[in-house]
C-alpha cells in the first residue's frame, strides 16, 4: 500500500504523507486532504531525514552564517532553514523578513511565579503582527510556483490580514471569508488596506472554513488554510529559532494557544526535526491552552482520550481563538502525546488578567496570545510545571490587532477630560501617587 512517488521538479525533496493512515502521496489535491482517508498531509523530506548529526551541526553552522547575509531568504528567519522547507525556487520565494522575532524575559511575571526562567517568543513581531507570516510565507510561493492567480482563506482574522499582505506583494490577488462581526478591527483594517476581496459571512469561523472548503472546488483559488501542509513548514521554524535564541538548551516547556490547532502542530514538528537531525536530544513539553469557551480539545481529551473530535458552539472574546471544529486537532494529538505536554483551558477572566499583567511588564500581546500565561499560570499550580524549570510561552499577535478589547476594560485607567492646565494635571498626579 505504501507507494512513494516525489512530488514534481517545482518541490522536489519532500513528499506527502497522511498523518492517520501513513499513506504517500506524490501532489496534494486543492483541499489538501489525504486521497485515501480524507485526513490532513504533513511534509516529509526522505532525502535527510536519518541523515545524522554531522549534517544536523553542518546546518546549524550554515544557518548562523545566513544571520548576516543580504539575500532576501538569508534576511527571513524562515527561508534562513530552506534546507528544512520545501525547495523552491528563488523567484517564486515571497518574503518580508518575516521570524526574526524577539525572545524575551519575563520580568514581573516571572517573580510572581517564582520562575527565574519565563521567556516570551513574541511572533506578533512578524510583519502583519502574527505568527501566521511564517507559514503564508512559504504557502503562498508554493502557490506563486504553481501559477496561481487567486489566493484564499477564512479566517478569525489574522491568517486574512496575512494572506492579503503576502498576496499584495507577489502581485496576486486574495479572497478571505470572515465570520461577520466576530473579527477584531485591527485585523479586518490590514486586510481591507492590503487589498483583500473581503466577505463577510453569518456565520462563525468554523462555517467559513466549510464554505471556503466548497468554493475552492469550483473556483480556481489556492486555500491558504493551515490545512496546506506548507503553512505548518514555515510555522516550524519557531522551533528552529526558539533553540538558537537559548543557544541550544532544550526548554523545558513551550506553550502555546491552540484554535484550529496548526501552530502547536507545527511547533511540535519542528522540534521534532531537530531532533532527528542530532540537534537536540530531548524534546521540551509542548502545551496547548484554549479558551473554556472554545475548548474541542480539552473537551476530546478529557472524555475519549483524544481519539475523536468533539466539536463544540465557539464562544471567547479572544476571537483569534474562536474555533470549535480544528481542523488539525489530530496532529495536535500526535504532538501532546510525542512531547507530553498538557492541554488546558482558561476562563475570560484568567486571560484578561494575563494580558494585563504582560502589559503592565511592557509586553503587549492579543488576548488570545495571553491565554499561554493564564495557562501556564494553572500548569504550575497543579505541579505539571516546576519553578525551576525553563518555560517559553509563544505570544502568537500583536497588541495592536485588538484595540477595542483593552480599551473595554481599561477605559478607567484614563483621567479627565480635565482643564487644560498645569494645576489640574499636578493634582492629579498626586492623587495617583497618593493612591499608589
Ligand atoms: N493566536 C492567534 C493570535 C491567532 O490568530 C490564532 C489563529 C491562534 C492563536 C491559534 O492558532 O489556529 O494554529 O491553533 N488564528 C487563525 C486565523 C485561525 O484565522 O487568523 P491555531
Redesign the pocket.
Known sequence: MMKTIFANSKTAAHILRCVHCGVVQSSADRMFRCQECGELLEVLYPEWSGAGREFGLRLREIWRERRAGTLPEDASGVWRFRELLPQIDHKHVVTMREGNTPLVQLTRAAQQLKMPQLFVKHQGMNPTG?F?DTGISVAISMARAEGFEFVCCA??????ASVAAYAARAGMKSIVLLPAGQVASGKLAQAIEYGAHVLQLQTD?DGCLRVLQEVVQRFPAYLLN?MNPYRLEGQKTVAFEIMEQLDWAVPDHVVV????????SALGKGFLELRDLGLIRTLPKISIIQAAGANPLVRSLRENGGTELIRVNAETRAT??R?GN?A?WRKAVGVLKTTGGACEDVTEQEIAEAKAELGAEGIGC?P??AASLAGLKKLVKSGFVKASELAVLVL??HMLKDVEYMLDRQVKRVHGPMAADSNAVIRTLERLHAEN
Open positions: 502574527s501566521k479566517s478569525t482574522g489574522n491568517t486574512s469561523f493551515s494557544p491552540g484554535g484550529n490547532l496548526a501552530n502547536s483569534a481563538i474555533i480544528p488539525s492579543e488570545a496570545s502568537t499577535g
